[in-house]
Each structure stands twice: as C-alpha cells, then as structure tokens.
C-alpha cells in the first residue's frame, strides 16, 4: 500500500503562478499581460504588488477600481511532477473565489460557484510526470452576479450589487462599514494528493463531557481507489487512550469512541482553564492531527413567565455573554495570519469579551482563528453566510448551500469554542418587515434552510452544538422574530432614527446586536482621507463613512449629550466620545436586568480597512474610545447607577465564581472643586454570578444644583461608577481641572493628570504625534485630589501634551 502524497501547488511551497485579465473593461495594457501572482491571494493583492493599481483603501481609488469586480481573470501555472507509484491522483483546491473554471493540460475539469466550500478533482491520466499547466480563470463576481440575476430572477437584498445569487462573501461586493473591492482569486491553499487504496476523506472529532469522564465520539469518513484493496486500519488516539478499527473495503465511515477518564473540562474564559487535548487518526500511512476541548454547550429557549429566554450554558453553568460581532479583519481576507487573528481575539479577551460573532455576511473563518478561540476561551457564535437578504431556494443554489453546510460543519465542529450555530442574519426579520413578500410574490426565500436543511445537517453532523434559526429570531414562528421579550434581538432604532436613551426603553432578554458609529483614531483616518481642509462631509470622508446619512446620524447623535463642534478636530473627539458613551449606555442598562437579560454582543469588533465605523478597534488595529469603554461595562464585577421609577439604584452584577463583598460609597460631588456635599456608605454583597439592587437615598439621590452636581460610587475595592444629573452640555465644568507632566520612559513615556476639580473621560491620543504609538487608558474620570497616569509605547516622548493630543469634556466646554 503506497501512502499519501502531496504536491503544493502555494506560492509558498515553490510553485509560481502569474494572472493576467482575459476580457472586460481592464485597462488595456492588462489584457492578457501577465503579472506575478500569490497563491493563496486575489487579484487586487497581485495588482497592489505589481503596481499596477493603487492602494484601493486610498482616497477615493475604490470607485476607480470597480473595473476588477468586472474583469475575467486567469490564474495560470506550469509546474513539474514526477510520478510517484500511486493509482490515483486528485487537485484538491481548498477555496476558489468564486464562479471559476479550472483546467489542466487543456482539459477541462470542472466549474465552481461557490467560495465557502473546497472542490477535488480527479486528474489521474490528466496530470502527466514532467511540465503540466494549471490555469483557473475567474469570471468578474460582479458580473457573475449580474447573470445570475438576469437568469434565475431578482431577490430582494440590501445595499448595491445582488450578492445573494452567488455563494460568496456578501460584504465582499460592499457593506456600510466596508469597501467594494469584489475580489477573484484562489483565496485558499491548492494542491496535488496523490494515492492509492484508500485515504481519509474527513475527521469530525465531537467531545463532550460525561459525569467526570470525556467522552470523544470519532467520525473518520474514507474515500476508496476501488475495490480491490485490502483491508485498512483506523486508530484514534487521544488522552492516552487508543482505539482502533478494522474495515474491509468500500467501507464510507468509522466511528470510534474513545473515553478519557478524569477529563479536564474545557471552559469559557472567566469560568475556568482552556485545557486541549491532542486528537490523531491514522489510517495506515495517511494521519490527521487536531486538538479538542472536552464540554457540554446548551441554550435554554424554553417560555417563561417574562416570554422566552436565550440562556447559553456551558458544562451546566450559565453563562453571561460579553460579546462582539466579528466580521473578516481585511478587505483582502488572503492577507491575514496568525499573529493578525491573535492579535485582534486577544482585543477581545482584553476587553472582558467571552463570545465572538462570526457575522453571515462574511466566511467560515480559517482555522488560525478558531484555534485561538479555543487556546483564549472565546466562545464563538458561527453564522451560516446568509445575510440582510432573500435567497433561493432553487437548483443549483440549493444543492451549493448544502454542500458548503456539511462541509464548514464537519470542518469547524471539532471546536470546543463552537458554541451557537446560527441560520442567517436578519433575513427572517427582513422578510417580516423590510417589504419583501411583494416581489417575491411567493416564491421561497430562504426559511427551508434556516428551518429545515441547515438544522438537520447540524443535528446529523454536530448534534452537540445548538442551533438558532436566525439572529434576530424569537423561537416561535407566531411572534415577531425581533421582540425584546423573546429570544435574541438586534436594536438599530437606536443609530438609525432614535438617541440612545431609548436603550433603557427596552428589557431584551439577549442583545445580538447594537452599536453605534464613531471615526477611526486620527492617524488611520488621515492616513486615507486627504481633503484639504479635513472636513465630516468631504469627498474622500465620505467614501470612508459607507452607512446612509453617517455622518449626518453622528451628528444628530450628539443630541444635548455634548456640545456641537467647533472645528474638525472637536468634531473627531466628540464623535468618538459619542460612540463609546451610546454603546456603555446599552450594556450597562442591560447588565442591570440581569437575570432577565443573559448578554449583549455589540456591533462591532473590527474593521476590515480604515473607515468611520461601529468598530471599536479600528482598520489599523488601534483601539479607539469604545473599546476602552467595552472593558470597563464588560468587566467581572460592574457597578451602574441606574434610573428606576421610585429614583435611582446602585446595580451591581457579579459575574464571578465568588462572592463579591464590599463596602459602596456613594459622594455627592461639586464639578467645580473638592466640595463634597453628602455621602452615603452601604455594604453589599453579590453572591457568584449575580446581581443586586440598592436603591440611593434622597440625600446623594437629588441635586440641589443640578448643573454643578455629580455623584461618585466607589467600592472599596475599586470598582467605580458615575452619575450625572444633567447632560454634559449643561453641565459646569472648570476649564483649568487639571494638569499634565510627561515623563520618558524606556519604549516610550507617561503623561500623568492630576484634577483640582472633575476631570470628565480625559483621553489621550498618542497616535495624533506618532502613528505607531498606543495607550493602555481612556476615559478616566477623576475626582479633584485623584491623578492618573496613561502609558504611552512605540514613540518618543513630547515636551508635553495638550489639545487635540490630551482631551476631556472639560475642553468642551470651555
């Protein structure tokens, strides 16, 4: 028996491509010029890399660059092999992007149209020992999309191009936070498997816990070169156990269960250790390696007296989400690695965050990402790619949908991270009440899969993990599927038509998304956009704020929370200000509803290039001041001052495995100096993972002077909160509250405040002097008497620090 083989066909592993246009509105000097290519990579990247296109996050070259989307591409190579004694020989391509046809020595060897899901063809005879050429020619995804509509029919959907007739990355073709640069390309690794026999076709390790043991449930389907080979081996190994079979010919499946006693349970970051466990199959010479984390996930959506609940339990322990969407981190997703996806989930871990969103208008996301949800214990709510929009339910889509399904299921099922499955984005939401049923005139439109087939393929293929219908969806087909009382609920009245106060109108038993736009930090901002002067509504601003009336909304967000601006430079930090206020806002009311409300997942994590976005890390990987806001109200123990009919309460939730005893000091404060005008001291005490009220007593409850007036909640160990009684453009702040030193330091400096008088959300913004600088702080509020120091790294030390580098509601006001 001879074993497996493989040829890379990667850039990387020595194989040279080169892409050239084949027809379409390129310029004329690319036509049927070849350029280098990188594989895995898309054609914008190879463009970039040649030069022969600019930088499409530049400026306004996006709309100078939609010519590419409506270009046919070739991607071609010639490569040597030498035969190796196998029977049979296969090119396995892991990913192409999307309506391609592949040939080799001029055969034809098939057609793809769908970017989520790998193909393998046969090319035994095909492939000859010596020079064979590869060519993959790429049909523009815009106009690929454009035919399909024209042939099979329009289907409702949200923004420009009908990304919905194709299975390829919706927000490819453009989104209201991201570029349309609709790429073509091998985007995924390509290869030769050559072998004889039989070989491992797909491993789906399913682990779970039982009593103390865990319990590893082995699926290893095999693909046979025919019949008449000999009898093959599967072992699995795993935790110092061993099991094995023996399977005659033709055999498609083996199932091998193997218990590993005394089991180290995996859990979500906050809730305990991350333990894995090596898994490996061999099947005579062919192995397979992998790692699981031995847990139980379940959702509670059984009705209950305040209508239906969305509780995520791991291992039996309910679990409080502190989430993000998560859309891809690049534009030109080919780009990203493991240090840039460790990079950006340790965003999340620093910020509190226990769940990632892997949002349907994007990818089944690489490996690199999962493995380090799992390492980080990030759980991860994975959306099937179905987004904002009708889908056919019609041959062939139907048959793509399902392939790429059972693929991204039996692929990504193996993951201890793998908490939700979820059937679609706000399409069931959509078709209630976005004015769908008239076009489509009766048609099907997407629920077979979100009610029938992709649950099925779940409870086939990872039977272990829930699954949702939809996001927003309430459990029952009777009731608007995005009501606060039932399930989960995406709020975006708040944003697109009301101020954020409205947030504490609604009592959501789950928050799967809200958000609020803020602009980037300064240097990624002016990195791309150059109007002279800088200005909300410039030409290039403009084509970095892709939300309809953006900017106009951020305006009309500021309401009376701060004061209008006076010029480009108040207009980025109120903005920012804004968006981190708004969004705390939310999270804070929702926490104090817990139990009713079990987590909020905010719109949105990352950007995918420098843009005015819900992003609270930028396209350049900077945090801005939501962030800083997300890992205060995401933390494990929050203290909120909340309104109440009877007055206002201290909430506190606890979302710790202990007891949280500690004494509150409640201070009413002058803004104007170091007066304190009433005090109240409580103690409380929240046992794990709960929460308590207090209601506050009328003497720190009520102002006297409203405008000069502010309450400090302090716990003794440190936890902190604040209330104000009116809107800060009411409010008196002193123009001279504090003072600033710098300090250099080894890799960078300290700039250390300290207030005489309220000093409101001081933020500092080292990146306005150096583009490579970060801070470790933002939003400070301090008290007259308290100082704070930022930590500034990656840039020399100024002689000092003012507006617009150091910033505050103070300056605002003065």
């Not at 196998?86 to 055969?107: F, I, K, S, Y």
Request: glycine fraction near 8%; proline fraction near 5%; hydrophobic fraction near 40%.
């Amino acid at each position: 028996m001879t074993s497996l083989k493989t040829f890379d066909l990667t850039t990387e592993g020595g194989t040279a491509w080169t892409v050239h246009a084949v027809e379409g509105p390129a310029p004329d000097g690319l036509i049927s010029r070849a350029v280098a290519a990188t594989v895995p990579g898309e054609v914008h990247t190879d463009l970039l890399a040649a030069g022969e296109i600019p930088d499409p996050f530049d400026g306004d070259n996006e709309s100078q660059l939609h010519w590419i989307g409506r270009t046919r591409w070739a991607f071609q190579t010639t490569f040597s092999w030498v035969a190796d004694g196998n029977d049979r020989q296969e090119l396995v391509a892991e990913g192409l992007d999307t309506v391609a046809t592949v040939t080799l020595n001029g055969q034809e060897l098939g057609r793809t149209a769908n970017q989520h899901r790998s193909y393998r063809f046969d090319v035994t005879g095909v492939l000859v020992a010596g020079d064979n050429e590869l060519t993959v020619e790429f049909e523009g995804p815009v106009t690929a999309a454009e035919a399909e509509r024209a042939k099979v029919g329009s289907w409702p959907h949200t923004n420009l191009h009908p990304y919905n007739e194709l299975r390829k990355m919706a927000s490819n073709f453009g989104w209201d936070w991201g570029p349309d640069v609709a790429t073509a390309g091998i985007w995924r690794p390509i290869r030769i498997e050559s072998w004889s026999d039989v070989r491992i076709s797909s491993v789906r390790p399913l682990a779970r816990v039982d009593g103390s043991d865990g319990v590893l449930t082995t699926h290893v389907e095999l693909a046979w070169a025919d019949d008449t080979a000999g009898e093959a081996t599967v072992t699995v190994e795993v935790g110092g156990t061993q099991q094995s079979a023996t399977v005659k010919p033709g055999t498609d499946t083996v199932e091998l269960v193997s218990t590993v006693a005394d089991v180290d349970v995996w859990w979500p970051r906050g809730y305990g250790e991350q333990p894995l466990y090596d898994v490996t199959v061999t099947l005579n010479d062919d192995d397979w390696h992998a790692r699981v984390g031995f847990r139980n996930v379940t959702v509670n959506v059984a009705p209950d007296n305040d209508g239906t609940p969305f509780v995520l339990s791991v291992n039996g322990k309910p679990i409080y989400v502190r989430g993000a969407n998560w859309i891809p981190d690049d534009a030109f997703v080919t780009r990203l690695n493991a240090d840039t996806y460790r990079t950006s989930v340790e965003d999340a871990v620093d910020a509190g965050m226990n769940m990632l969103r892997v949002w349907g208008g994007g990818i089944y996301e690489s490996e690199l990402f999962y493995d380090v949800c799992d390492e980080l214990g990030i759980l991860v709510w994975q959306d099937f790619l179905f987004a904002c929009a009708a889908y056919s339910e019609d041959e062939p889509l139907r048959s793509e949908v399902e392939a790429e399904a059972r693929e991204a299921v039996t692929r990504l099922s193996r993951h201890a991270s793998l908490a939700v499955w979820n059937g679609n984005n706000e399409n069931i939401w959509g078709y209630v009440e976005w004015g769908w049923r008239v076009p489509l005139a009766g048609r099907p439109w997407g629920a077979g899969y979100y009610l029938d087939l992709l649950p099925r393929v779940v409870a086939e293929l990872d039977p272990r993990t829930p699954y949702a219908a939809g996001s927003p969806y309430s459990f029952d087909q009777f009731i608007h599927p995005n009501d606060d009382r039932h399930g989960t609920m995406h709020i975006w009245d708040v944003w697109n038509q009301v101020d954020y106060t409205t947030y504490r109108k609604y009592k959501p038993r789950f928050v799967s998304e809200f958000g609020f736009q803020g602009p980037p930090a300064w240097s990624t901002l002016t990195s791309v956009v150059h109007d002279v002067p800088l200005d909300p509504y410039g030409s290039q601003m403009l084509v970095h704020q892709k939300a309809f009336e953006g900017n106009l909304k951020l305006e009309r967000g500021l309401g009376d929370h701060l004061p209008a601006w006076k010029d480009i430079d108040d207009w980025h930090w109120t903005t920012q200000l804004n968006q981190a206020r708004a969004v705390a806002y939310g999270i804070e009311h929702f926490r104090s509803l817990f139990p009713l409300n079990t987590g909020a997942v905010v719109w949105q994590l990352n950007d995918n290039w420098p843009v005015v976005s819900w992003a609270a890390v930028d396209g350049h990987g900077i945090r801005k001041p939501l962030w800083y806001a997300l890992k205060r109200v995401y933390a494990d123990r929050l203290l909120t001052v909340q309104p109440r009919k009877d007055g206002l309460i201290v909430a506190a939730h606890n979302d710790t495995d202990a007891v949280w005893s500690t004494e509150v000091t409640v201070t009413r404060r002058s803004t104007l100096g170091d007066e304190v005008l009433a005090r109240e001291t409580f103690a409380v005490e929240i046992a794990a993972r709960s929460a308590v009220v207090n209601e506050l007593p009328s003497s720190v409850a009520v102002a006297e002077t409203p405008a000069a007036e502010y309450l400090e909640v302090r716990g003794a160990d440190g936890v902190t909160a604040y209330w104000y009684f009116v809107e800060d453009t009411e409010l008196q702040l002193a123009g001279d509250a504090y003072t600033a030193t710098v300090t250099p330091t080894e890799g960078g400096y300290d700039v250390t405040v300290s207030a005489t008088a309220l000093a409101k959300d001081l933020a500092l913004f080292p990146d306005r002097l150096d583009a490579a600088a970060r801070v470790d702080s933002c939003l400070v509020t301090l008290s007259a008497g308290e100082r704070h120091t930022f930590h500034v790294t990656g840039a020399d030390a100024p002689a000092e620090v003012a507006v617009p580098v150091l910033r505050s509601v103070n300056d605002l006001l003065n």
